[in-house]
């Protein structure tokens, strides 16, 4: 048994750390630009994103719009920042809905198991097996388009995907010994949840939410896409390519620019969380 | 060694592995040497983090560049440096002259092939047979090895078979090219001690049988005792003592193999006899002071055992790396 | 001395899916005498880890008694078993596994004193630092560092420190050192030597190694595949094994000396049988040397064959 170590050892000693890597710099360089312009949007001079100037409409990028104008005549620039707010808006708080919810089902379903589990299972299953994009369809036509309720769909779209994560791994923790042994000494199954495993969840369910973003802001841009997203005339990154498709022979720029802006930050969230998950790797971190 | 004075099968000269660690270069194994003669039984003995299963594992190239550990030192295998192999021809030798059993057999067999398929493909890869004549033998082979019915377990997979009998089944594969060196590496420590006995038994069987060369790695100085001819205890990534079984056991020179037999707790004493401990802890490897690895924990440690690190003396036939040996007479008989 | 724990009856089983069940423990009646050590030997499949777990309710056994110093525990629940908790700890196999990663060793070591009401913070620190240096740790080396700092021994000594700080009555000892280095062994075995010692405890002692079982065991008792082969004070177990299976559990403990001959193996050829699928009759025939007829029609009852020994066995080797 010692054996089994010694094997252990020699593993993790010939996996080095993934340690800090020039590469990850234009990633996180990016996020934090992006993050950093949407939360300044309404201090750094930029024109107001809905104010019409027909004459200028569908201008490419110049020295007075630097990215140019749509179909409109906005400011793209003013736009593209502003629609990071709505994108990071619903990116953020939506999965932190999906985590809330999914995570206390998972939990629940992964340390009680029997029939706590066969429920919660079956309540995944049913929300899975509905197509996502339609249920968000039927969800804010029936509610009504706003900031609030887009992000409550896909919030509510997210729960599955994070209760099977949490599930998953409170199955793998609750049957560790330390859990046991937090039973032997009388622990509530309310501490032994909330103290022995929860810490333990916490850094997959970090590295789920930020692979999460990324899904969630590609929603949310199919969503305006089809015209039930984020109303008019709020800026979003989804609206924007909608009304850039109009006239992507005349003006190709005004659909390229924000779904390349969409691209750069999704690729960064994946690459950081991939960072991230290595380095909560339980293997790894053990060293 | 004290084997037979002819070219050794296996020629192991300052053998080292390194790996690279968040924690700082890590010395796993430190200027091992040793040699095996043909049909002779070598027992590894050391604790977890000694060194003892990535040596062997460097030797046959498991741990290597791939596994982004260094390894450097002389292998002579027949004579010939296996480091200077070409690819093609180490897997050749791999495949036909040296057979390797490891802890696990769950691990180590492939849980999507049948039995007597795996069994067979060495002897399809290296021996040529045909799938037929294959089959034929991998049925001999594990009625050689004590599996009933062998005809029907060879067509089963390993998630139908006991600990004991996928063991049993790992080790026909290891023997099927008829090797020269059988490799165990901790052949029974997942299994139960009666199973154990077992294995061992059949291990030894078929060492002696087939006149094979023999390295077992293992913890357990039971297991070594009964089973090897010679003994390599290693500590700390370092080769600590070498001598005739019978010598390691009756007068060990190194205070640490001394300190580890007094340990160990004995049927023949009474109940509540207190149990001689080693007190601290082997050494953490990334680590590494300028001394004995074992001084922090020895009974006879001196200003010199902190300072120096003691080399591997050869005096009569048997090694220890101690600056104040153990036992007064004479060493072992060559 | 009086019993302080008294099994009746026991039997565990486990569903394995397809309506099928593992007779973990099947029919299993032992006591364990106040401040005595009582060692529980056995194979993988004997069911001495779920005889453990069921005795601490870890879950309730499907039949049977547990009696602890005169309370049944599969009649108690909620918040009166939780509270009877403290009174028997545990000790586990794996050390690593046992401590939360996550946690502090302080926290860990203090934990079962918030658990159980100790609401003063300077009461626990104190006892807290107590029961460290009592199991040999610096407290102020080791109080804000995690688990996975430590070696394998030291995490025991953790783990040793977490089940004394609450002063148990008794502590179950799951393989308490087969996952530890051999020169760190003697270490944890003298120090639970030491804690029952110095804290009056009463250890049920679980292994595989019969020669650790020995050095700490008063009294032994074997099990193979879910029932009870043999019971008999330490010393006269290991002089004259009187169920077979004992016997061949002996005969294949390697020796560490090359002048012990590997003896005969005492067990006919093959392997041990599944638990899901256990033999008729007395579960160690299909390979006992000594078997006959009667062992596959009949089950070999626990009996007494001398004072103080028991042996499940229709022909004992002794007595």
């Given at each position: 048994m010692s054996a089994s170590a010694a094997k252990g050892a020699v593993v993790a000693a010939t996996q080095p750390r993934r340690r800090w890597h020039w590469a990850l710099a234009l990633p996180l360089g990016w996020l934090m630009l992006v993050v950093v312009l949407a939360i300044t949007a309404d201090w750094i001079g930029l024109p107001d994103p809905s104010a019409q100037e027909l004459i200028l409409r569908r201008k490419p990028p110049s020295a007075e719009f630097l990215l140019g104008t749509d179909n409109l005549g906005r400011d793209m620039l003013s736009r593209v920042i502003y629609g990071a707010r709505t994108s990071l808006i619903v990116g953020i708080c939506a999965p932190i809905l999906g985590l809330l919810v999914g995570g206390a089902i998972g939990m629940s379903a992964g340390y009680f198991r029997g029939k706590v589990d066969m429920l919660a299972v079956g309540f995944i299953d049913i929300l899975l097996a509905f197509p996502s994009l339609v249920l968000a369809l039927t969800f804010t036509a029936y509610l009504g388009q706003s900031l609030f309720n887009v992000t409550l769909a896909l919030g509510i779209l997210s729960i599955p995907a994070a209760a099977r994560v949490a599930r998953a791994n409170t199955l793998a923790w609750a049957n560790r010994d330390f859990v046991l042994a937090a039973r032997t000494i009388g622990a509530s199954d309310w501490r032994i949840l909330t103290r022995e495993i929860l810490p333990n969840l916490l850094p997959p369910m970090f590295a789920f939410w930020l692979v999460a973003i990324s899904v969630i802001i590609v929603a949310e841009g199919a969503l305006s896409f089809l015209g039930l997203g984020i109303p008019a005339p709020q800026p979003s990154w989804g609206g924007m390519i909608a009304d850039g498709r109009e006239a992507l022979d005349v003006a190709p720029h005004t659909a390229l620019i924000p779904a390349a802006v969409m691209f750069a930050t999704v690729l960064s969230l994946n690459f950081v969380g991939d960072m991230v998950r290595n380095m909560v790797d339980p293997r790894r971190s053990a060293l | 060694m004290n084997g037979p004075s002819n070219t050794p099968l296996l020629s192991v000269r300052n053998a080292q592995v390194n790996f690279s660690t968040a924690r700082g270069p890590l010395r796993a194994v430190d200027g091992v040497s040793f040699d095996l003669h043909a049909g002779r039984t070598l027992g590894i003995v050391g604790e977890s983090g000694s060194g003892k299963s990535v040596l062997v594992r460097s030797l046959i190239g498991l741990v290597g560049e791939s596994s982004g550990a260094g390894v450097a030192g002389q292998v002579l295998f027949e004579g010939r440096d296996l480091r200077g192999l070409s690819p093609r021809e180490f897997r050749s030798v791999l495949g036909t002259e040296i057979g390797i059993v490891f802890q696990d057999p769950m691990t180590s067999l492939n849980p999507v092939m049948k039995i007597g398929r795996q069994i067979g493909e060495g002897l399809r890869l290296?021996?040529?047979?045909d799938s037929k004549a294959a089959a034929r033998r991998a049925v001999e082979l594990l009625n050689e090895v004590g599996i009933p019915e062998p005809e029907r377990r060879a067509q089963q997979y390993p998630h139908e078979m006991s600990g004991g009998m996928r063991q049993r089944v790992a080790i026909a594969i290891a023997i099927a090219c008829a090797p020269k060196l059988l490799i165990a590496d901790e052949p029974t420590t997942a299994l139960d001690v009666t199973v154990q006995r077992q294995i061992l038994d059949l291990l030894q069987g078929e060492q002696r049988q087939r006149g094979m060369a023999m390295i077992l790695i293992t913890h357990d100085l039971g297991v070594a005792a009964g089973r090897s001819d010679d003994i390599m205890v290693m500590y700390a990534g370092r080769a600590v003592e070498t001598a005739a079984t019978r010598e390691i056991f009756r007068s060990p020179r190194m205070p640490y193999t001394e300190a580890l037999l007094r340990s160990l707790p004995r049927l023949s004493d009474a109940t509540h006899t207190r149990l001689s401990a080693i007190p601290g802890r082997p050494p953490d490897l990334a680590r590494r002071s300028g001394g004995c690895a074992f001084g922090p924990r020895c009974l006879y440690r001196t200003e010199r055992c902190d300072a120096e690190q003691p080399p591997l003396t050869m005096v009569g036939g048997r090694g220890y790396a101690c600056f104040h040996p153990r036992g007064t007479e004479p060493g072992g008989a060559a | 001395m009086s019993d302080l724990l008294a099994i009746r009856n026991l039997v565990v089983e486990y569903p394995v899916g397809g309506g099928r069940h593992v007779h973990a423990v099947s029919d299993v009646t032992l006591s364990v005498k106040q401040g005595e050590t009582l060692g529980l030997v056995g194979e993988s499949g004997s069911g001495k880890s779920s005889l453990a777990r069921a005795l601490l309710q870890l879950p309730p056994p499907k039949a049977g008694a547990v009696v602890f110093d005169g309370q049944d525990l599969t009649q108690m629940r909620g918040q009166a078993l939780r509270a009877m908790r403290p009174r028997l700890q545990m000790i586990f196999q794996d050390p690593i596994a046992s401590l939360n990663p996550r946690r502090k060793v302080a926290e860990i070591i203090a934990e079962p004193l918030i658990v159980s009401g100790v609401s003063d913070a300077a009461e626990r620190t104190r006892r807290v630092r107590a029961v460290m240096e009592a199991v040999g740790l610096d407290p102020d080396l080791v109080w804000n560092r995690r688990p996975h700092e430590f070696s394998g021994g030291q995490c025991q000594r953790i783990a040793i420190a977490r089940a004394l700080v609450l002063e148990p009555s008794l502590i179950v000892c799951d393989e308490p050192v087969s996952a530890l280095d051999v020169s760190i062994r003697a270490q944890i075995v003298n120090l639970l030597e030491d804690m029952k010692a110095r804290f009056g405890l009463t250890l049920l002692f679980i292994a595989h190694d019969l020669a650790v079982v020995k050095s700490v065991s008063d009294r032994v008792a074997v099990m193979y595949l879910g029932r009870l082969c043999e019971v008999a004070d330490s010393d006269s177990l290991f002089a004259t094994p009187a169920h077979p299976y004992t016997a061949a559990l002996m005969a294949a403990i390697p020796v560490p000396d090359p002048d012990v001959p590997l003896g005969d193996t005492k067990l006919k050829p093959g392997d041990p049988p599944s638990p899901l699928d256990p033999p008729s009759g007395c579960r160690f025939r299909t390979r006992c040397p000594h078997a006959q007829p009667r062992c596959t029609d009949e089950v070999p009852p626990l009996r007494q064959i001398a004072p103080g020994r028991e042996v499940a066995c229709h022909f004992p080797l002794v007595g």
């Open positions: - | 290296n021996r040529g047979l | -």
